[in-house]
């Protein structure tokens, strides 16, 4: 999960994920179940795999970058 500019709040919190069999309707409603309102992504975004340098680091400067398998899932708070 990373933040991400938003005209409204400064940032807002988006997650990226690579998961085989779920869907970010899936994601969204199990985080609502465990998560307050306010930790909760407003938008879920599945990829094919992180972006990872030499040393296997996630690079969250490239996120959002690269290949998705859908597009972005957003929620309603």
Do not use: C, W
Request: aromatic share 2%.
């Amino acid at each position: 999960m990373i933040g991400v500019p938003d005209p409204d709040l400064g940032q807002r919190v988006t997650a990226y994920v690579v998961a085989d069999g779920v869907t970010g309707p899936d994601l969204i409603e199990f985080v609502a179940r465990n998560l307050a309102v306010h930790k909760r992504p407003r938008a879920v975004h599945l990829l094919d795999a992180l972006p990872r340098n030499a040393l296997g680091k996630v690079q969250k400067k490239l996120l959002g970058q690269g290949a998705r398998r859908d597009d972005a899932t957003e929620t309603s708070h």
